[in-house]
């Protein structure tokens, strides 16, 4: 199979369709094994019939993890890679790391574990994310600095300024709709698409249980009493006179907020007492009539990746230098080929780590992965072994070639740090959030 360098990449670029790579896999305990779709809400997983090559009939298939996650999935591996020093690409970050982010309340430090920091291939809107907008650079605020100005700037003719300073937006898809224009900010197309489906989904049943080694009873019951002596904000005892009562002067039954299993009063609401072994009811096929299931799992035939890099995407966009609005033709073509690398690098540092998608869904590559290159119609795609080694590198020379052509490029981070009012609303989060254990409240 022919290796992927900067010339073929180039030239791919001038005039092909797109690369993709489309990879068989199976769950890592071999095929029929059981395995987690993403579940929303409603406990349902995301199922439709499609149109599988091969098969005459249409065929259930389960989203397995969708195009926003497999693009954050690239994101953070492109991230590790930055800290690691594998590669050198620009990358807008907000360093928490002086914020003190403790209970007020509290004499103990730590009671949260610090934030860090988060860039944009963190934050879900990239470089237009709230978290950025909200932060300063040098005591300015990002957006009305000159760095932060460039991305209002940024156009289809005029993608430079995006380029020097997060071009991974220019990739991955950006909309800055919470910037000073609106809904009329700026808006660039995902360039990379890539999704994991399971073929020939079949529903299992859902399963729980939980034996308590102190044995205590479901019968029992418990209330709420008051904890600011920092104790325990339950008790048996509903003579204990920290006890909260109602306006009638009952003792209230406990109830944590968010506690799904047991009635108000029930240990289990404190985690507490056993809970039997229970089947999930499954109802009828979603896909049937609509009916609501509990999600338990499916098994698949096979599961299958699908990636594509849209390359008539990435030629729409134009690179002019300085103030000069023309652009040149091997200027273009050389920040379009950056682009290109970064795509594929985020897809093949993404499979170096693995396919682990979240608990009980781990899946392997049943065969090896390569990536075709559509170029004629008509013609066979030319296919190339891509490595996440030879995918840095294509991406560190191209990044060279794109340098010698006068295009900038941020090569260090540009850290910013959070406004006052930013961290205010995180301490006030946090606040609310031990006020009532974690979960999110809503009305």
């Known amino acids: 199979m022919a290796q992927l360098d900067l010339l073929t990449l180039q030239n791919a670029v001038k005039t092909a369709a797109a690369f993709r790579c489309r990879t068989r896999l199976q769950p890592a305990g071999g095929e029929g094994d059981k395995v987690f779709p993403p579940t929303y809400a409603g406990s349902v997983y995301a199922m ?52 003190p982010v403790v209970d007020p309340g509290s004499d103990e430090d730590g009671l949260f574990e610090p934030i860090g920091r988060v860039s944009s291939l963190e934050a879900p809107h990239r470089i237009a994310d709230a978290i950025l907008r909200d932060s300063e650079l040098n005591g300015t605020a990002f957006r009305s600095s000159d760095e932060g100005r460039k991305i209002i700037m940024a156009t ?62 479901s019968d029992a019951t418990i209330y709420h009493r008051d904890n600011s002596d920092g104790g325990l904000d339950w008790t048996s005892n509903a003579s204990d006179e920290d006890i909260v009562k109602d306006k009638s002067g009952k003792p209230v039954l406990y109830n944590r907020s968010g506690s799904s299993t047991g009635k108000p009063g029930n240990p289990s609401k404190a985690n507490h007492s056993n809970i039997p072994p229970t089947l999930s009811d499954m109802k009828a096929d979603p896909l049937g009539d609509g009916n609501v299931y509990l999600a338990g799992g499916v ?3 096979y ?23 023309k652009t040149d033709a091997e200027t273009n073509l050389a920040a379009q080929a950056v682009l290109a690398a970064i795509g594929l690098c985020g897809a093949a540092l993404a499979a170096e780590r693995g396919l682990d998608l979240r608990s009980r869904c781990l899946l392997w590559p049943a065969e090896t992965s390569s990536w075709e290159l559509l170029g004629k119609p008509g013609e066979e795609p ?36 959070p406004a006052r009012k930013l961290v205010e609303l995180v301490r006030k989060s946090q606040e609310l959030a031990v006020k009532s254990g974690g979960d999110e409240g809503g009305e």
């Open 48 to 99: 439709e019939r499609r149109r599988i090559p091969g098969r005459d009939e249409l065929v259930r298939c389960v989203l397995l993890d969708s195009v926003q996650s497999q693009a954050n999935r690239a994101e953070e591996a492109l991230q590790d890679a930055v800290d690691d020093e594998r590669i050198a690409i620009p990358v807008v970050e907000v360093d928490f790391s002086d914020i």
């Open 303 to 325: 599961a299958e990746q699908t990636t594509v890099l849209s390359l008539p995407a990435l030629r729409r966009l134009r690179f002019p230098l300085g103030s000069d609005s």
């Open 382 to 417: 030319e296919k190339f072994d891509l490595t996440a080694d030879d995918a840095v590198k294509l991406l560190n020379d191209a990044v060279e070639a794109a340098q010698a052509k006068g295009l900038p490029w941020r090569s260090e981070r540009l850290v910013l740090k």
């Open 299 to 301: 098994t698949i035939q």
């Open 156 to 217: 289809l003719r005029n993608a430079t300024p995006l380029f020097e300073i997060c071009p991974t937006a220019l990739v991955y898809g950006i909309w800055d709709s919470t910037g000073p224009k609106g809904g009329l900010g700026v808006k660039f197309q995902r360039a990379v698409v890539s999704e994991i489906i399971g073929v020939d989904a079949a529903l299992g049943v859902k399963t729980s249980s939980r034996m308590d080694p102190l044995a205590i009873r």
